[in-house]
Protein backbone atom coordinates (compact mmCIF):
# COMPACT_ATOMS: atom_id res chain seq x y z
CA UNK A 1 0.00 0.00 0.00
CA UNK A 2 1.33 3.78 -0.71
CA UNK A 3 2.47 4.99 2.28
CA UNK A 4 0.41 8.32 2.68
CA UNK A 5 2.27 11.70 2.89
CA UNK A 6 1.77 13.18 6.17
CA UNK A 7 3.50 15.92 5.88
CA UNK A 8 0.86 18.93 4.81
CA UNK A 9 -1.24 16.81 7.61
CA UNK A 10 1.52 17.64 10.65
CA UNK A 11 2.08 21.12 8.75
CA UNK A 12 -1.97 21.45 9.50
CA UNK A 13 -2.31 20.10 13.13
CA UNK A 14 0.63 22.32 14.25
CA UNK A 15 -0.31 25.54 12.49
CA UNK A 16 -3.71 25.25 14.31
CA UNK A 17 -2.18 24.45 17.58
CA UNK A 18 0.20 27.34 17.60
CA UNK A 19 -3.10 29.65 16.31
CA UNK A 20 -5.68 31.62 18.25
CA UNK A 21 -8.86 32.31 16.51
CA UNK A 22 -10.66 32.91 19.64
CA UNK A 23 -8.66 35.96 20.72
CA UNK A 24 -11.36 38.63 21.26
CA UNK A 25 -11.50 42.22 20.61
CA UNK A 26 -10.31 44.73 22.60
CA UNK A 27 -13.33 46.01 25.39
CA UNK A 28 -13.96 50.17 24.29
CA UNK A 29 -15.35 52.32 26.76
CA UNK A 30 -18.26 53.50 25.77
CA UNK A 31 -17.92 56.95 27.10
CA UNK A 32 -17.47 59.83 25.35
CA UNK A 33 -15.67 63.48 26.45
CA UNK A 34 -18.07 65.88 28.19
CA UNK A 35 -19.91 63.33 28.84
CA UNK A 36 -20.55 60.96 32.21
CA UNK A 37 -22.64 57.59 31.17
CA UNK A 38 -20.86 55.06 33.54
CA UNK A 39 -20.23 57.05 36.38
CA UNK A 40 -22.22 54.28 38.85
CA UNK A 41 -23.13 51.03 39.20
CA UNK A 42 -26.35 51.45 37.60
CA UNK A 43 -24.27 52.57 34.72
CA UNK A 44 -21.24 50.58 34.52
CA UNK A 45 -20.37 49.26 30.99
CA UNK A 46 -20.72 45.45 30.62
CA UNK A 47 -17.54 43.13 29.99
CA UNK A 48 -19.55 39.68 28.41
CA UNK A 49 -18.42 36.77 28.96
CA UNK A 50 -16.30 35.88 25.49
CA UNK A 51 -14.13 38.76 25.88
CA UNK A 52 -12.14 36.41 28.83
CA UNK A 53 -10.31 34.54 26.44
CA UNK A 54 -6.51 32.90 26.03
CA UNK A 55 -3.98 33.12 25.24
CA UNK A 56 -3.28 36.29 27.41
CA UNK A 57 -2.42 39.72 25.60
CA UNK A 58 1.28 41.04 25.70
CA UNK A 59 2.12 43.55 28.73
CA UNK A 60 -0.44 41.09 31.21
CA UNK A 61 1.17 40.32 34.49
CA UNK A 62 1.86 36.49 34.56
CA UNK A 63 1.82 34.05 35.80
CA UNK A 64 -1.33 33.72 36.20
CA UNK A 65 -2.53 32.90 32.94
CA UNK A 66 -6.15 33.62 33.58
CA UNK A 67 -8.32 34.20 31.01
CA UNK A 68 -8.57 37.95 30.17
CA UNK A 69 -10.54 40.90 29.00
CA UNK A 70 -8.31 44.11 27.85
CA UNK A 71 -10.43 47.66 28.36
CA UNK A 72 -9.14 50.46 26.78
CA UNK A 73 -11.09 53.62 28.19
CA UNK A 74 -10.29 57.20 29.25
CA UNK A 75 -10.18 59.13 32.37
CA UNK A 76 -9.18 62.25 34.66
CA UNK A 77 -9.84 64.77 36.37
CA UNK A 78 -13.37 63.95 38.70
CA UNK A 79 -13.96 60.99 36.29
CA UNK A 80 -15.61 57.58 37.07
CA UNK A 81 -15.65 54.90 34.76
CA UNK A 82 -17.54 51.52 35.94
CA UNK A 83 -17.30 48.31 34.58
CA UNK A 84 -19.42 45.28 35.37
CA UNK A 85 -18.13 41.49 34.96
CA UNK A 86 -19.87 37.63 35.83
CA UNK A 87 -17.24 36.04 37.62
CA UNK A 88 -17.39 32.05 39.17
CA UNK A 89 -15.42 31.53 42.55
CA UNK A 90 -11.79 32.02 41.59
CA UNK A 91 -9.19 34.99 41.76
CA UNK A 92 -9.57 38.07 39.72
CA UNK A 93 -6.48 40.57 38.51
CA UNK A 94 -6.68 43.62 37.15
CA UNK A 95 -3.68 44.93 35.57
CA UNK A 96 -3.53 48.42 35.00
CA UNK A 97 -1.20 49.81 31.65
CA UNK A 98 -1.01 53.12 31.09
CA UNK A 99 1.11 55.11 28.61
CA UNK A 100 0.77 58.57 29.27
CA UNK A 101 2.57 59.38 32.58
CA UNK A 102 0.65 62.71 33.72
CA UNK A 103 -2.32 59.90 34.51
CA UNK A 104 -2.40 58.45 38.27
CA UNK A 105 -5.11 55.86 38.24
CA UNK A 106 -6.45 54.76 41.33
CA UNK A 107 -8.68 51.01 40.46
CA UNK A 108 -11.34 49.87 42.48
CA UNK A 109 -12.95 46.06 42.94
CA UNK A 110 -16.28 45.89 44.16
CA UNK A 111 -18.72 43.20 45.48
CA UNK A 112 -22.17 43.01 43.85
CA UNK A 113 -23.90 45.00 46.36
CA UNK A 114 -21.73 47.76 45.74
CA UNK A 115 -19.56 46.86 48.96
CA UNK A 116 -15.79 48.17 48.43
CA UNK A 117 -13.09 44.80 48.66
CA UNK A 118 -10.22 46.09 47.34
CA UNK A 119 -8.22 48.85 45.68
CA UNK A 120 -4.51 49.95 44.34
CA UNK A 121 -3.01 53.28 43.50
CA UNK A 122 0.83 52.87 42.26
CA UNK A 123 2.29 49.73 41.95
CA UNK A 124 5.55 48.44 40.83
CA UNK A 125 6.53 47.66 37.51
CA UNK A 126 5.58 44.36 35.73
CA UNK A 127 5.76 43.96 32.03
CA UNK A 128 2.75 46.05 30.53
CA UNK A 129 3.85 48.80 32.95
CA UNK A 130 5.86 51.87 32.32
CA UNK A 131 5.95 53.55 35.14
CA UNK A 132 4.98 53.39 38.95
CA UNK A 133 1.87 55.01 38.84
CA UNK A 134 0.16 52.11 37.24
CA UNK A 135 -2.56 50.57 39.36
CA UNK A 136 -2.70 46.67 40.15
CA UNK A 137 -4.97 45.05 42.41
CA UNK A 138 -4.59 41.37 42.72
CA UNK A 139 -4.86 38.55 43.48
CA UNK A 140 -8.24 38.73 45.13
CA UNK A 141 -10.06 35.70 45.55
CA UNK A 142 -14.42 35.96 44.90
CA UNK A 143 -15.74 33.50 47.35
CA UNK A 144 -19.44 33.13 45.21
CA UNK A 145 -20.37 33.43 41.68
CA UNK A 146 -21.90 36.75 40.89
CA UNK A 147 -21.23 40.44 39.46
CA UNK A 148 -18.98 42.29 40.43
CA UNK A 149 -17.73 45.98 39.63
CA UNK A 150 -14.87 47.89 38.86
CA UNK A 151 -14.29 51.34 39.05
CA UNK A 152 -11.47 53.59 37.60
CA UNK A 153 -10.67 56.62 38.81
CA UNK A 154 -7.66 59.63 39.19
CA UNK A 155 -5.94 59.60 42.52
CA UNK A 156 -6.80 61.08 44.59
CA UNK A 157 -10.30 61.07 44.02
CA UNK A 158 -10.94 57.62 46.04
CA UNK A 159 -13.83 56.06 47.24
CA UNK A 160 -16.08 56.87 49.44
CA UNK A 161 -15.50 53.87 51.80
CA UNK A 162 -11.89 53.80 51.60
CA UNK A 163 -9.80 54.38 54.48
CA UNK A 164 -13.08 53.23 56.90
CA UNK A 165 -12.23 49.75 57.22
CA UNK A 166 -9.21 47.60 57.58
CA UNK A 167 -6.81 47.74 54.64
CA UNK A 168 -4.63 45.04 54.72
CA UNK A 169 -1.82 44.73 51.64
CA UNK A 170 -2.10 42.15 48.95
CA UNK A 171 1.44 40.61 47.49
CA UNK A 172 1.72 39.53 43.94
CA UNK A 173 2.69 36.66 43.18
CA UNK A 174 6.00 38.04 42.65
CA UNK A 175 6.20 39.49 45.92
CA UNK A 176 5.75 43.38 44.68
CA UNK A 177 2.63 45.20 45.71
CA UNK A 178 -0.97 44.32 44.45
CA UNK A 179 -3.22 46.92 46.57
CA UNK A 180 -5.10 46.82 49.57
CA UNK A 181 -7.79 44.09 50.46
CA UNK A 182 -10.65 46.16 52.25
CA UNK A 183 -12.80 44.55 55.06
CA UNK A 184 -14.91 46.24 57.40
CA UNK A 185 -16.54 49.12 55.42
CA UNK A 186 -20.73 50.32 55.18
CA UNK A 187 -22.17 47.87 52.88
CA UNK A 188 -23.22 48.92 49.37
CA UNK A 189 -21.41 52.10 49.09
CA UNK A 190 -19.86 52.63 45.69
CA UNK A 191 -19.57 56.43 45.79
CA UNK A 192 -16.41 58.55 45.07
CA UNK A 193 -15.26 61.71 46.69
CA UNK A 194 -15.98 63.48 43.35
CA UNK A 195 -17.95 62.72 40.25
CA UNK A 196 -17.47 64.19 37.28
CA UNK A 197 -17.48 63.95 32.90
CA UNK A 198 -14.57 62.63 31.23
CA UNK A 199 -11.85 65.26 29.84
CA UNK A 200 -10.47 63.00 27.79
CA UNK A 201 -7.05 62.82 26.64
CA UNK A 202 -5.23 60.58 29.27
CA UNK A 203 -5.96 56.97 27.54
CA UNK A 204 -5.68 53.33 30.13
CA UNK A 205 -5.26 49.76 29.09
CA UNK A 206 -6.72 47.59 31.84
CA UNK A 207 -6.22 44.24 31.89
CA UNK A 208 -9.30 41.90 34.10
CA UNK A 209 -7.68 38.08 34.45
CA UNK A 210 -10.07 35.30 35.96
CA UNK A 211 -9.61 32.18 36.97
CA UNK A 212 -9.32 29.00 40.10
CA UNK A 213 -6.43 27.49 41.18
CA UNK A 214 -3.81 28.42 43.21
CA UNK A 215 -2.87 31.67 42.18
CA UNK A 216 0.49 31.36 42.11
CA UNK A 217 0.24 28.59 40.05
CA UNK A 218 1.01 28.91 35.67
CA UNK A 219 -1.86 26.14 33.79
CA UNK A 220 -0.56 24.52 31.46
CA UNK A 221 -0.83 27.23 27.90
CA UNK A 222 -3.68 26.09 25.21
CA UNK A 223 -1.51 26.04 22.77
CA UNK A 224 1.20 23.84 24.55
CA UNK A 225 -1.95 21.64 25.11
CA UNK A 226 -3.08 21.68 21.48
CA UNK A 227 0.27 20.97 20.22
CA UNK A 228 0.30 17.92 22.69
CA UNK A 229 -2.97 16.74 21.09
CA UNK A 230 -1.65 17.23 17.45
CA UNK A 231 1.02 15.63 18.02
CA UNK A 232 -0.49 12.03 19.58
CA UNK A 233 -2.85 12.15 16.35
CA UNK A 234 0.34 12.47 14.20
CA UNK A 235 2.04 9.72 15.65
CA UNK A 236 -1.05 7.76 15.50
CA UNK A 237 -1.34 8.12 11.97
CA UNK A 238 2.21 7.22 11.02
CA UNK A 239 1.68 4.00 13.48
CA UNK A 240 -1.28 2.73 11.63
CA UNK A 241 0.64 3.50 8.01
CA UNK A 242 3.79 1.43 9.14
CA UNK A 243 1.11 -1.33 10.22
CA UNK A 244 -0.74 -1.00 7.04
CA UNK A 245 2.64 -1.30 4.77
CA UNK A 246 4.40 -4.52 6.94
Not at 134 to 151: E, N, R
Not at 194 to 219: C, D, I, K, R
Request: charged share 10%; with cysteine.
Amino acid sequence: MKIMNIRPLCTFFLCAALTDPMQAAIVTETETDGTSVNNSLVTAQAIAGASFTTPIPAGVFNPPGYATATLEGSNSGDDVDFFRFFANPGWVYLDMDNANPTFDPLVALFDGSGTLIAYGDDSDLDSGSVNTVDSFVGPVFLPVAGTYYIGVSQFANLPTAALTGTETPIARPDGKDGGLAVTGVAPGVATYDFNGTQPGNAFYTLHVSLGTGAPNAVPEPTTYALSGAALLLIGAIGRRNKSNNQ
